[in-house]
C-alpha cells in the first residue's frame, strides 16, 4: 500500500477505533497545518465529556522499529508547543519491538492488522498479538532470499566482528548492492551498530536471536531438493563413507547437516537419519555408495543445495566435513521428530558462544 492509499484508508480504520468508547464516536478529523513534511499527516480533534485533545498523527508506509522511532522523535517534537496533543504513530503493521519504541515516547499507534494503544486522559484503548497480514511482505522476500542469506550468514557466523562494505561482500560473494540492502532491513529493525569503521550486528539478544527467530520463520527448506535413501550399513559407516568420498573428489563435497551435523558440535544429539548437503550428481554419489532410492522408510538424505552459500562456513570435525553451526540450526528447526531440541543444543553450544 502507498502512501496517498494508506493514508486515505486511516481515518476510517482510527474512527473505528474511538468508537469503542461511545462519547468519542463525534471526533472530528482535519487536515494537519504546515507542509507534508512537517511530521503531522492529519489531526484528530477529540472534545466531549471532559476530553479535550487533539490526536496528532503521523502515517508511515512501514513500521519498524527504525521508522517507529524517527517517526516518534518528529511527532514528540511536533507536540511540544500544544498541551493538548496527543502524538499517534500509524502504519500498516507495527511489530511489538516499535510498539515498545511508542511506549517509551509515550506516543499511540495503531495500524491494519488490528494492533493499537491509545492513552490520553480518560481513554485507554489496547490490542495486541495481531500477526502481520501481509504474508509475503517485500522486506522479508528481500531480506530472506538466497543471496541475502549468504549475507546473514556470515554476520552471525562472525558473532561481533564488525564489517566495511567491500569486506562483507566479498566474504559472501555477494555484490555491494546486495550488502547495502541487507544493510538497511536490518538497520530498519534496530539490530546493527553503524560507526565509521563499518557495522556490525548489535549484541546477542537485541540482535542475534531476533534476526534467527525471523530467519527460522522465513526460512524455506524445501527449495533444496531432498533425495531418499536407505542403507543396509550403520549410520557412523554410512558417514564414514560420505566422508571418504570427500577426501578422494574436493570438486564435489559433502557436508553434513541435519543431526549429523549437530552430533559433531553437541554430542548429546541422538539420531536414526545421516542428511548431507552434496554437490554434484546425487545420483552418482549414492550409486558408487550402494544407496537405494526409497520413497519411505530412508535413513539417507542427501539435499541438493539451493544455493552454493549453505556451504558457508563449512569445517571437518572428528574428520566428517559439516555446515556452519547456523545452518545446521535453520535446517534442524525445519526437522521433525526432535529437530527443534536439536536446535536448542546447537544454540546453546556453538551459536552463542559466537557472542561472548
Known amino acids: 500500500m502507498n502512501e496517498r492509499r494508506l493514508e486515505s484508508a486511516v481515518p476510517d480504520r482510527l474512527a473505528d477505533i474511538l468508537r469503542e468508547v461511545p462519547f468519542l464516536a463525534q471526533a472530528q478529523l482535519q487536515p494537519a497545518p504546515g507542509p507534508r513534511d512537517s511530521g503531522v499527516d492529519f489531526i484528530v480533534s477529540v472534545r466531549a465529556n ?31 508547543s500544544d498541551k493538548k496533543a496527543y502524538p499517534v504513530f500509524i502504519a ?23 494492533n493499537c494503544r491509545l492513552a490520553f486522559d480518560k481513554v485507554y484503548i489496547r490490542r495486541e498479538g495481531f500477526p502481520n497480514p501481509a504474508v509475503q511482505r ?8 538466497p543471496k541475502a542469506e549468504r549475507v546473514l550468514r556470515v554476520l552471525l557466523t562472525a558473532g561481533k566482528r564488525t564489517w566495511r562494505t567491500q569486506e562483507l561482500a566479498d566474504e559472501a560473494t555477494v555484490s555491494l548492492g546486495q550488502v547495502a540492502n541487507v544493510k538497511k532491513l536490518l538497520a530498519d529493525r534496530e539490530w546493527i551498530d553503524v560507526q565509521p569503521v563499518g557495522f556490525s550486528l548489535r549484541t546477542l539478544e537485541s540482535a542475534a536471536l531476533p534476526l534467527l ?3 527460522t520463520a522465513n526460512y524455506r527448506a524445501s527449495r533444496s531438493s531432498a533425495r531418499e535413501f536407505y542403507s543396509l550399513k550403520s549410520i557412523p ?20 547437516t541435519g ?41 539417507v538424505t542427501l539435499l541438493e ?10 569445517r571437518a570435525l572428528e574428520g566428517a566435513p559439516i555446515v556452519s553451526a547456523v545452518q545446521i540450526y535453520l535446517d534442524l528447526m525445519q526437522t521433525r521428530g526432535r529437530g527443534e531440541e536439536a536446535a536448542s543444543a546447537i544454540l546453546g553450544e556453538a551459536i552463542k558462544p559466537l557472542w561472548r
Open 213 to 215: 527467530q525471523e530467519w
Open 138 to 145: 517485500r522486506d522479508l522476500r528481500s531480506l530472506y532470499s
Open 92 to 114: 500498516p503493521y507495527i511489530s511489538p519491538a516499535a510498539a515498545m519504541i511508542c511506549d517509551q515516547y509515550n506516543v499511540g499507534y495503531l495500524d491494519f492488522a488490528g
Open 237 to 256: 559407516e554410512i558417514e564414514a563413507s560420505l566422508s571418504e568420498v570427500v577426501g578422494r573428489q574436493p570438486a564435489s563435497p559433502i557436508a553434513f
Open 305 to 314: 543445495p539451493f544455493d552454493e552459500g549453505v556451504f558457508y562456513g563449512m
Open 50 to 80: 471532559g476530553v479535550d485533545r487533539r490526536l496528532l498523527c503521523e502515517v508511515r508506509t512501514s513500521g519498524q522499529p527504525r521508522i517507529a522511532r524517527q517517526a516518534c522523535l518528529e511527532l514528540v517534537d511536533f507536540a511540544r
Open 259 to 299: 543431526f549429523s551435523g549437530a552430533a559433531r558440535l553437541a554430542p548429546a544429539v541422538r539420531y536414526s537419519r545421516v542428511a548431507a548437503y552434496v554437490r554434484g550428481d546425487v545420483d552418482a554419489l549414492a550409486s558408487r555408495l550402494g544407496l537405494k532410492p526409497v520413497s519411505s522408510g530412508a535413513n
